[in-house]
T-cell receptor, first 108, second 114 residues
Framework: GQNIDQPTEMTATEGAIVQINCTYQ??????LFWYQQHAGEAPTFLSY????GLEEKGRFSSFLSRSKGYSYLLLKELQMKDSASYLC?????????FGTGTRLQVFP | EAEVAQSPRYKITEKSQAVAFWCDPI?????LYWYRQILGQGPELLVQ????????DSQLPKDRFSAERLKGVDSTLKIQPAELGDSAMYLC????????????FGSGTRLTVV
């Protein structure tokens, strides 16, 4: 079966660093996506990991360990606008399977 | 920047009525997906098209939902009759090669069934 787990909610302070974890157990795994979704809006692409290791893109970084079925999204220098839901999605064969999302609230 | 167009943006309908959503993917994107997202949850795949053919509709409640993509371009998702539990965001997404470079999502249709 397909199972993707991530925390439901997290809070952090402006300027801080936060790590959002995701574990997955899926068949036909080909890669791991992270999307950002503000309330009432469509998801927007953040990152894609195929190989093990860390991918850095500005304030956002994403890590993948295929052997452990584990990924995380690291957000640095948090800003108020980073308050959103962060969706972990496993790319399986030819489609994305999404987790339930982690709602991040950034406080001043 | 190319976008996936969806309409309407919002829809309120009464229980047992029919409702339809429209999606126009990015030009040249052969793969089109319809997802349903209940508030507080992640998107759930309803149906996947490759050109005009259905590739996966295993999670589509076929007794009330139907989807078509007649010319392999735009697509329509229909619900008849609508039920209270169908209240959700319906997201359309498209991709070039079946998703290996990620999807581009439309803005979604927020459906409220009363």
């Amino acid at each position: 079966g397909q199972n993707i787990d991530q925390p439901t909610e997290m809070t952090a302070t402006e300027g801080a660093i936060v790590q959002i974890n995701c574990t997955y157990q899926t068949s036909g795994f080909n890669g791991l996506f992270w999307y950002q979704q503000h309330a009432g809006e469509a998801p927007t692409f953040l990152s894609y990991n195929v190989l093990d290791g860390l991918e850095e893109k500005g304030r956002f970084s994403s890590f993948l360990s295929r052997s452990k079925g584990y990924s995380y999204l690291l957000l640095k220098e948090l800003q108020m606008k980073d308050s959103a839901s962060y969706l972990c999605a496993s790319y399986n064969t030819d489609k994305l399977i999404f987790g339930t999302g982690t709602r991040l609230q950034v406080f001043p | 920047e190319a976008e996936v167009a969806q309409s309407p943006r919002y829809k309120i309908t009464e229980k047992s009525q029919a409702v339809a959503f429209w999606c126009d993917p990015i030009s040249g994107h052969a793969t089109l997906y319809w997802y349903r997202q209940i508030l507080g949850q992640g998107p759930e795949l309803l149906v996947q098209f490759q050109d005009e053919s259905v590739v996966d509709d295993s999670q589509l409640p076929k007794d009330r939902f139907s989807a078509e993509r007649l010319k392999g371009v735009d697509s329509t998702l229909k619900i008849q009759p609508a039920e209270l539990g169908d209240s959700a965001m319906y997201l359309c997404a498209s991709s070039l090669t079946g998703g290996s470079y990620g999807y581009t999502f439309g803005s979604g249709t927020r459906l409220t069934v009363v």
